[in-house]
C-alpha cells in the first residue's frame, strides 16, 4: 500500500528564481522508513514541505493513502495525517513536556457549559501524555518544563505531539544532527517503535550510514530532481554517496592525522567562568586551554552543556566573572571586556559564529554587503564605497566556495548551507588572522561542502594558523581535531591528544558526563 | 527588498493616496455648498499663483528637513517621536541667539550661528533618548515623546514669560529685523533659500547612506544588531548617533522657521510639524531621495484643506479631519514595511 505518491512535483522560488523541485518524484510504502537523501539544496526539505503543507506546489500531484490529495495548508495536512518534526523545533520552552505535547487540544474538565470554559484537565492530561509515552516506548516525564530537556528529549516531546494529533506519516527533518551517538540510538529505537505501530516515516538526512541502519528504501535528489529510489538492503553506502554527487569517484579523502611537531603556544584561555545568570543557570567552570600553530584543538559538548557561552566568552558577546586570554606574550583580562574587544577587531582573530541567521547576517542586505561588512574598512576609499572592489571580493568567494548566489541578491532568498557558506568564506577571506575561532563550522552543510571546509581548515592549520574548533558534532570533532576537549554542564571534563582509543560511543560518555578525566 | 514585493508596497501605497484624495473628494461634496469650486480650491488653488505655490513650498521645506531626520533614525530602528519637542525648542534657541546677536553680526553669521544652535539643541534632546536606550534599555519611543511633552511646556514657559514681547498682543518673542531673515525666492510667497537647505541635505544624506562608510554601518545596525556587533560596529554609538542626528535636523528645521518665514517664536507655531514629518518619513519608504515628495505631497495636503477653509467656509474641524484621515490612511499602509518581521 502506497502511503505518499507525489508526481512531477515543482517548485519554483520566483523572488530567487531557484527552482527547489523539478519534476519530483516520490512514492512511500506505509509502514516503512523512507530516507531522502541529497546536498544541500538538492531540494529536499521543499519536497517535504509541500507534503506537509507549509509550500503550494507550482505543479504535480499528490495522493495520500491512494486518494488525491490539495494540501493547502499545514491543518489541512494534520487532517489527512500528515506531520512534520522540523530541524529547529518551536515549543514553549516553560510549559510542560505534556502540556506541549497537548497543546491546542488538551483535555477540558467537565461537560457542556462546563466544558466551553476552556479549562484544562491537567490530571488527564499527564496521564494520556504518560500513555501515549508509553505506547511508543519513550521514557519522558510529562511534567517537566521543556526548557529544561536536552534537545534529544525536546526531540521526543516534538515527535510525540504530532502523534498525539493521530498523525500517521511522520516527516523527520535531519533529526539526528544535535544528537550524540547514544541518543542517535535511542531515537532509532523510537523510530523503530513507530514503524511497528504501522506509521510511515519520512527521514531527511545526510548521514549516510544512519539510512543505512535505519531506513527500508532510500530516494536520492540532486538539484531539485529524484534521482532515484533504492532498497537500502541492496545498495552500498559508496554508492549512495556517488549518487547523491552525481560523480564517479567519490573516494572519501583520507586526512589521516600524521603527528607532527607542534609550535609555540599561540592563543591560550585560563581560568574562564561565567556567571550562573544567564543560559537556565548553567555556567561555566575554570575552563582552561591552548592553541599552538598549526595545531587544531576541538572542543565538543551536547546542547546546552556550555559550548555556547565558550562561544560567547570568546566573542566577547558575554563579559565572564574571570579568565585571562594570551596571545602570544600579550595578556588580556576576559573580564575587562574592552582590551579584549580590540584584540579580536584587530583582526587576528577570525570568528565563524554558530547562528549564522542571527549573529552571522543581515538578512535584508545584499549577499556583497554581508560579506564585507566584517573587513568593510577595505572597501572604503577615503569615507567613500569601492563597489567595484567589494563586487569583485564577493564574486571572487563565491566562486571560490562554490555559493549559489548573486553578490546582488538579498541573503534572506539564500538556502541555509549557502548562508553557512558565506560566512565561512568571509572567515576564510581575512589574510591577517591566524587564530580561527570556528563554531559548528560544517552545520547544515551537505556532504560534498563539508568535505570541502574541513578541507579548508586543514589546510589552514597546515599553513601554521591556530584553529579552535567548537562543534556538538562528534564526527567533526573526531575528524579534525588534533587534540580533544570535551565541556559536560559546564565542566571541562577531557582534555588530551588524540589517540585512538576515542571514538563516538568513548567521547559519548564524556559528553553526558558519566565520564571525566580532570 | 525583492522587486516584486516593493511593486506590491508601491502599489498599496498609490492605493491609500489614492483613497485619501478620494475621501477628501467625499467630505467636500458633503460639508460644501459649491463642491466642484471647493475641489478646485483644494487641488487647484496651491498652484495657482505664485503666492500660493511659494508658501506651499515653503510648507514642504521644514517637513522635507526634519522628515529626514527621522527617515535615517528609521534606519538604524530607532522611532523619535520626540519632533514637536525638538524642533520647537531648536525654534526658541535660535530665536534667543538671533535677538541677541542682533545688529552685532552680520546676517550670513547670524544664520549659521542660529542654525548650528537650533540644530544643536534638537540634537542634545533626542541623544537623551538614545542615551536613555544605549545604555538604560529604555524604549526610545517613549522617552522621546515623554521628553518632548516637557520641553513644549518649558519652551512655552520661555515665550510667555521672560521673552515676551512687551509690545505684542500675541504670546510671542520679540521680532527680528528684516535684514537678518532669510532671503526670500519667490517673492511674495515666504519661501526662502531655506529650500535649498532642504535639497542640498536630502543630497548629502542620499550620498552618505549609498557610499560612505558611516551609512553603510548604520545600515547594519538597523537590520540586525547582533550581526552589527559581530561585524565590530559600535551599536551604542548608532544608537546615541541617529537619535542626535535626527533631533538635529528637527532642531535645524526649527531654527530655519524662525530666521525665515516666521521671524519669532510664537507660541505653538510649529505644532504638528514633528508629527507631520513623521508621516513623510513613512511616505519616504526608507528612501532619501523620496523624502522630496512625500513632504510636497504632505504640504499639499495642508495647503489644499486651507484653501478650501478659507474659500468655502468649510468648518476647520473638518478640514483638520480630512487631514488626519489622509495621513491615517498612508501611515497605516507604509507602517508595515518600516516594522514588518518577515515570515519564516
Known sequence: ?518 | MSSESSLRSSTRLSLAVGVSLALTCAVLALFSADFWGALGQFFIAPFSNRYFFGNFLADAVPLAISGLGVLIAFRSKNFNLGGEGQLYSGALVAGILALRLGQATDPLELWIAASVAGALTGALIAALSGALKAYRGVSELISSFLISAIVVNVVDFFITGPLQDPASNFQTTRQLAAQFLLPKILVPSKLDISACVALALVAGAAVAAARTRIGFELKICGENEEFARYCGISVVRYDVGAMAFSGALYGLAGALLVIGPQARVMRGFSSGIGWSAISVALLAQGSELGVVPAALFVAFLGAGSNQVMIGSGIPSEIISILQAVALFFITAQALPRVRRRRKA
Request: charged share 25%.
Open chain 1, 1 to 518: 500500500m502506497i502511503a505518499v505518491r507525489m508526481r512531477a512535483v515543482s517548485k519554483r522560488y520566483p523572488s530567487s528564481g531557484v527552482v527547489a523541485n523539478d519534476a519530483a518524484e516520490l512514492e512511500v510504502a506505509r509502514g516503512s522508513i523512507h530516507a531522502i537523501v541529497g546536498e544541500n539544496g538538492a531540494g529536499k526539505t521543499t519536497l517535504m514541505k509541500l507534503l506537509a503543507g507549509l509550500e503550494a506546489p507550482d505543479s504535480g500531484t499528490i495522493e495520500i493513502d491512494g486518494a488525491p490529495a490539495a494540501i493547502e495548508s499545514p491543518a489541512n495536512a494534520l487532517k489527512l495525517g500528515i506531520g512534520m518534526v522540523h530541524q529547529h523545533f518551536l515549543m514553549f520552552d516553560e510549559l510542560s513536556a505534556a502540556q506541549n505535547v497537548f497543546f491546542g487540544i488538551e483535555p477540558l474538565k467537565g461537560r457542556w457549559a462546563l466544558n466551553k470554559l476552556g479549562v484544562v484537565d491537567s490530571a488527564t492530561l499527564e496521564d494520556r501524555a504518560k500513555k501515549l509515552a508509553r505506547a511508543y516506548g519513550f521514557t519522558l516525564d510529562p511534567a517537566v518544563p521543556v526548557g529544561k530537556l536536552s534537545i534529544s528529549g525536546r526531540q521526543q516531546v516534538e515527535i510525540l505531539r504530532q502523534l498525539a494529533r493521530d498523525v500517521r506519516i511522520l516527516i523527520l527533518d535531519e533529526p539526528t544532527s544535535a544528537l550524540t551517538e547514544q541518543e542517535t540510538h535511542v531515537l532509532f529505537e523510537k523510530l523503530s517503535e513507530i514503524r511497528r505501530a504501522g506509521h510511515t516515516i519520512l527521514l531527511v538526512t545526510h548521514k549516510l550510514n544512519e539510512i543505512m541502519r535505519i531506513a527500508d528504501r532510500v530516494t536520492v535528489m540532486r538539484l531539485g530532481k529524484t534521482i532515484g529510489t533504492y532498497d537500502v538492503a541492496s545498495i552500498t553506502e559508496s554508492d549512495l554517496s556517488c549518487l547523491i554527487m552525481g560523480t564517479s569517484s567519490c573516494e572519501d579523502a583520507d586526512r589521516g592525522n600524521t603527528l607532527r611537531p607542534k609550535g609555540e603556544i599561540v592563543f591560550r584561555i585560563e581560568g574562564l567562568a561565567t556567571r550562573p545568570r544567564a543560559h537556565g543557570g548553567l555556567k561555566l567552570n575554570d575552563i582552561s586551554f591552548d592553541v599552538r600553530r598549526g595545531d587544531i584543538l576541538g572542543i565538543c559538548a551536547l546542547g546546552s552543556n556550555g559550548l555556547e557561552q565558550l562561544e560567547d566568552a570568546l566573542s566577547a558577546f558575554l563579559v565572564p566573572a574571570r579568565g585571562t586570554c594570551r596571545v602570544g606574550t600579550r595578556q588580556f583580562d576576559l573580564a575587562r571586556i574592552r582590551s579584549y574587544r580590540a584584540l579580536l577587531l584587530s583582526g587576528e582573530i577570525a570568528y565563524l559564529p554558530s547562528d549564522r541567521m542571527r549573529r552571522g547576517t543581515a538578512l535584508s542586505l545584499s549577499v556583497r554587503d554581508n560579506f564585507i561588512a566584517p573587513s568593510r574598512r577595505a572597501y572604503f576609499r577615503r569615507g567613500l564605497f569601492r563597489g567595484s572592489s567589494a563586487q569583485g571580493a564577493t564574486a571572487q568567494a563565491i566562486s571560490d566556495f562554490d555559493i549559489v548566489a548573486r553578490p546582488e541578491q538579498r541573503a534572506d532568498e539564500l538556502s541555509g548551507g549557502n548562508l553557512q557558506k558565506l560566512s565561512i568564506s568571509r572567515v576564510f577571506s581575512l589574510p591577517q588572522a591566524k587564530i580561527l575561532i570556528l563554531c559548528e563550522p560544517t552545520w547544515g552543510l551537505d556532504i560534498r561542502a563539508t568535505e570541502s571546509v574541513r578541507e579548508r581548515i586543514i589546510a589552514a592549520r597546515d599553513a601554521g594558523a591556530s584553529i579552535l574548533l567548537l562543534s556538538s558534532d562528534i564526527d567533526e570533532i573526531l575528524a579534525l581535531s588534533d587534540r580533544i576537549s570535551v565541556l559536560s554542564r559546564g565542566r571541562q571534563v577531557l582534555l588530551k591528544e588524540k589517540s585512538a582509543e576515542m571514538n563516538r560511543a568513548t567521547l559519548g560518555e564524556f559528553l553526558l558526563g558519566t565520564r571525566s578525566e580532570r
